[in-house]
């Protein structure tokens, strides 16, 4: 077992190395230097190892203490409850949650085809062995936090050591369970699709956790400690069931090649219908205008539900939520100053949220998936003119769409600030109002632009450029770092206005000069 594991181990590493290769071939730049024998490289393939280590490592590690901190232990400040009930409280239902969605067991990935039906290897020793390093990772990988936040928490440091153990010992449960739905009725468990009832006990158990001590009720902790000792041993059994399970295989087969291997098109096919759902194919549909205005003016005609349905909804729910808070200042006057001082002072928060409602990204997938992918086969398409030309058009229709929403948050926040006391410079109106919409010119221009010059989907409608991925994670980033920053309202307002202008006209003239040669699609 220990030697299949082994070769596992080696065939995933060797599948991330070679990733990790293709990810630093596909940046600018680096493409160029790095030649198409880099995959042959020894001391390459030793720096991708060592790359590849460090993620797994960090896989053990960041994820688990992402889990304890957000998901149990930033909540602690919210409730009035003991923290340390609190704390087991939430811990319990969320890992009941955990081990019905995240068995290791049952995720199809690719790596197991490979092993199993590629390379042939022995199906039960492949299985096992991956199963229980999983777990083990899952041990290590809780202990230092359950400890840490645990304490924090005022829970007994034996019950905090124990924790881990037992988060492992659910998963086992779970994944026993799952094996004699399989033994004794071929029910076939997919981690990654998960049925009905299992989103409905998703749903019930989240309830539980986030919703019993908000109302100032949580379990006992000696009741959830007693649970904790039951599920243990109850792994005992569990163990021993997936340890004698001999039809590993013959599983893996049937979720495998039934479902993981077709996953990619099934869902490609899926997604399609319900875009061609919302598409207006009706023929009688034209425009006076001719060209690429043209072109691009029936492109938004027949996808305008698709297009306009998401903006419409931000805009109806925003339009709400400002008439929310203008009732609610009106009743009781003293909130005003305080919500007053925000809006001075809060606008790089807005950043995010405009960045959050911005319908740019999705209008770019939509272009690719019912135009781009066809028309990209014939040269006049990429040509610089053209480009230009329909980028322009794009822009325009792209802009108009996020307009809507906002709009009505500029000029929500301008009647807020009037509603909470005003301001001494009249200026700052009329700053929010712009500024707002600046923002939305921004991204509306900004998720185009990268689209034309890193032009990051394959014929099936996938993401195979790192840049892109790249690019799109930074802007999240800094986006969500504006969320801290506390400027005035006039300098920050004025400064995003300007910004949104010199990056529309320097956007044009990269695309003008670039996109020919990026606008094509990935192999």
């Given at each position: ?12 590493n ?20 790095l030649?198409?024998?880099?995959y ?11 790359i590849?280590v ?5 896989n053990?590690?960041?994820?688990k ?8 232990f ?6 009035k409850?003991?923290s ?5 409280h ?8 955990g ?11 690719k790596d ?40 924090l ?20 449960v ?9 033994a004794?009725?071929e ?13 409905l ?8 956790a ?7 009720i949580v ?39 039934n ?12 997604t ?5 759902k ?8 034209t425009?006076k205008?001719k ?17 306009l349905?998401?903006a ?16 609610v200042?009106t ?24 960045y959050?409602?911005?319908r740019?990204e999705s209008?770019?997938?939509?272009m690719?998936?019912?135009?781009d992918?066809?028309m990209l ?5 990429r040509?610089?003119n053209?480009i ?24 929500g ?5 009037f ?11 009329l ?5 707002i919409?600046?923002m939305s ?5 900004h998720?185009?632009v990268?689209y ?10 996938e ?14 980033v800094v ?24 990056y529309?006209f ?5 695309v ?10 990935r192999?």
């Amino acid at each position: 077992m220990l030697q299949t594991f082994l070769i596992s181990f080696r065939l995933r590493n060797t599948y991330k190395v070679n990733t990790i290769i293709y990810a630093l071939k596909s940046i600018p730049g680096i493409r160029k230097i790095l030649p198409d024998k880099l995959y042959q490289s020894k001391v390459l393939k030793i720096i991708g190892n060592i790359i590849s280590v460090l993620l797994e490592i960090a896989n053990v590690f960041i994820g688990k203490f992402l889990y304890v901190f957000l998901m149990i232990f930033s909540m602690m400040s919210i409730y009035k409850t003991n923290s340390a009930s609190t704390f087991l409280h939430i811990l319990v239902f969320l890992t009941i949650i955990g081990a019905f969605m995240n068995t290791y067991m049952f995720n199809p990935t690719k790596d197991k085809y490979y092993a199993m039906f590629i390379m042939r290897m022995n199906a039960k020793n492949y299985s096992l062995s991956n199963y229980f390093y999983a777990i083990i990772k899952v041990i290590i990988g809780f202990l230092p936090f359950t400890i840490i936040f645990g304490t924090l928490s005022h829970v007994n440091l034996g019950i905090c050591l124990f924790i881990p153990l037992f988060v492992a010992s659910a998963k086992m449960v779970v994944t026993a369970h799952n094996l004699s739905l399989y033994a004794k009725k071929e029910w076939i468990i997919n981690e990654n699709n998960p049925v009905k009832h299992i989103w409905l006990l998703i749903l019930l158990f989240l309830g539980l956790a986030y919703g019993l001590p908000a109302i100032n009720i949580v379990i006992p902790s000696y009741i959830l400690v007693i649970f904790m000792i039951i599920t243990v041993f109850i792994s005992i059994w569990a163990i021993r069931y997936i340890l004698k399970f001999n039809k590993y295989r013959e599983m893996y087969k049937a979720v495998l090649t039934n479902t993981n291997m077709n996953a990619t098109s099934n869902a490609r096919e899926i997604t399609k219908e319900n875009v061609l759902k919302q598409i207006n194919i009706d023929k009688s549909l034209t425009s006076k205008k001719k060209g690429f205005a043209y072109f691009n003016d029936l492109f938004v005609m027949r996808h305008s539900k698709l297009l306009l349905k998401s903006a419409k909804k931000v805009a109806f729910i925003s339009a709400i939520i400002i008439g929310i808070v203008l009732l609610v200042v009106t009743i009781n006057d003293g909130l005003k100053k305080g919500i007053n001082d925000m809006i001075m002072t809060y606008l790089p928060y807005f950043v995010f949220i405009m960045y959050l409602i911005n319908r740019g990204e999705s209008v770019t997938r939509a272009m690719f998936m019912n135009s781009d992918h066809s028309m990209l086969t014939y040269a006049f398409f990429r040509k610089p003119n053209s480009i230009l030309k329909l980028f322009r058009e794009r822009l325009k229709s792209i802009i108009l769409i996020n307009l809507l929403p906002a709009s009505i948050i500029g000029v929500g926040l301008a009647f807020i600030l009037f509603a909470t006391g005003g301001t001494t410079n009249n200026l700052n109106y009329l700053i929010l109002i712009i500024s707002i919409i600046a923002m939305s010119i921004f991204f509306s221009v900004h998720h185009l632009v990268i689209y034309y010059l890193l032009q990051p989907y394959n014929i099936d409608s996938e993401t195979k450029n790192t840049t892109y991925t790249i690019v799109n994670i930074l802007t999240y980033v800094v986006c969500y770092w504006m969320i801290d920053l506390r400027l005035p309202t006039f300098g920050f307002g004025l400064a995003t206005i300007i910004f949104a202008i010199i990056y529309s006209f320097v956007s044009l003239y990269l695309v003008y000069k670039f996109a020919p040669k990026t606008f094509k699609i990935r192999i």
